[in-house]
């Protein structure tokens, strides 16, 4: 199990590095020692887990991750049942509709549909949410989630930080049944987010849109507010 784990921190390591990595800044950043590294760097790259680049000699996740990532996908069956329900709130919204899955304390996206606009949100998939900051992430801590006891990282001026304000929101959120943030995560980005429930009101899935503050304001929010919970009651209604 420890040489899992390890093995795991290698990938982890380089899945959140801006750049390819060599193997003393590997070591450094998981706290494994060097020779270590270097056996679990030798047995990812024979599987192509990891990539060796020969002008440099650092690496880089390699190209198996992206066959078993798309395998996993594959298996998520909301994310075939909800691609026609993102195509119809892109259409009707003109903004980038998302899918996001429970994951660990908050969720990933799994699926998105990008605005047509040339100013516009991107949404990337197997992004996590900042479970405190995203309107996915709010919502996920109002259905599955546990909220923070401790003071948040802000991310920009927006950000809710405080553990009793942020619960104000969950309250809120269970109640009216959607969330969104105002340039929370990112300062001119909205999002408006609500949930997908099975049976007992089980979370399996959050649905976003997201757009350029901009465009995107609080109103222009509200009025796609009911559309989006329109299509999130028909596909909860699969699940029940």
């Known amino acids: 199990m420890g040489t899992v784990e390890r093995a795991i921190a290698v990938l982890h390591a380089l899945a959140e590095a801006s750049g390819d990595l060599g193997n003393n800044e590997i070591s450094r ?10 056996r679990l760097l030798a047995t990812l790259a024979n599987d192509e887990l990891v990539t060796r680049v020969a002008d440099t000699g650092r690496f880089r996740l390699g190209p198996r991750l992206v ?9 998520i069956d909301l994310r075939e049942l909800c691609r026609p329900h993102l195509e119809a709130l892109t259409e009707t919204t003109g903004e980038t509709a998302t899918l996001s899955i429970p994951y660990q304390q908050g969720t990933i996206t799994v699926d998105f549909v990008q605005s ?11 992004r996590p949410s900042v479970a405190h900051a995203t309107a996915t992430g709010k919502v996920f801590l109002a259905y599955a989630g546990t909220a923070p006891a401790a003071r948040m990282a802000p991310y920009t001026s927006r950000t809710v930080t405080d553990p009793a304000e942020l619960a104000t929101q969950l309250d809120l959120i269970r109640r009216r049944g959607w969330g969104q943030v105002v340039g929370e995560r990112e300062e001119d980005l909205n999002a408006v987010a609500a949930p997908v429930l099975a049976a007992g ?10 757009g350029p503050a901009g465009r995107f304001g609080a109103k222009v929010m509200r009025g796609a507010v009911d559309v989006l919970l329109e299509h999130c009651a028909q596909l909860s209604a699969t699940y029940r």
């Open 116 to 126: 047509p606009s040339s100013v516009r949100s991107v949404a990337q998939v197997g």
């Open 201 to 210: 009101d089980v979370l399996v899935g959050v649905v976003g849109l997201q």
């Open 29 to 38: 950043r998981t706290s494994i020692n060097p020779s270590t590294v270097s």
């Open 67 to 75: 066959e078993l990532g798309n395998a996993a996908l594959a298996r």
